[in-house]
Nanobody, 124 residues
């Protein structure tokens, strides 16, 4: 049974940093496409970043240059380093895991497993 558990969320001021982690069990993060999504209040879920089974990464334009997605294969975790945070980054952040190596466009429907989310709040 696959389980994904996010951690690392919290409240920060604009310009601050947070590091999110997603611990996986029953699943090998190194082998597959994984992604981070977020959903802000009153907004639709949006893709933040994804990393494929070969380490290739893609970012949403809104976070490019500020966020970094990575895998820690030894700890079997997916990470998201978030710098220069803005109030508009406020959202629930979700980890997602697919069953394929490639992410394609990284749309939500390619992911078979989702975590419960971790809240990020950025104040002005």
């Amino acid at each position: 049974q696959v389980q994904l558990v996010e951690s690392g969320g919290g409240s920060v001021q604009a310009g601050g940093s947070l590091r999110l982690s997603c611990a996986a069990s029953g699943y090998s993060v190194s082998s597959y496409c994984m992604g981070w999504f977020r959903q802000g209040p009153g907004k639709e879920r949006e893709r933040v970043a994804h990393i494929d089974g070969y380490g290739g990464t893609t970012y949403a334009d809104s976070v490019k240059g500020r966020f970094t997605i990575s895998k820690d294969n030894a700890r079997n975790t997916l990470n998201l380093e978030m710098n220069s945070l803005k109030p508009e980054d406020t959202a629930m952040y979700y980890c997602a895991a697919s069953l394929g190596r490639y992410c394609g466009f990284g749309r939500a429907n390619i992911y078979a497993h989702w975590g419960e989310g971790t809240q990020v709040t950025v104040s002005a």
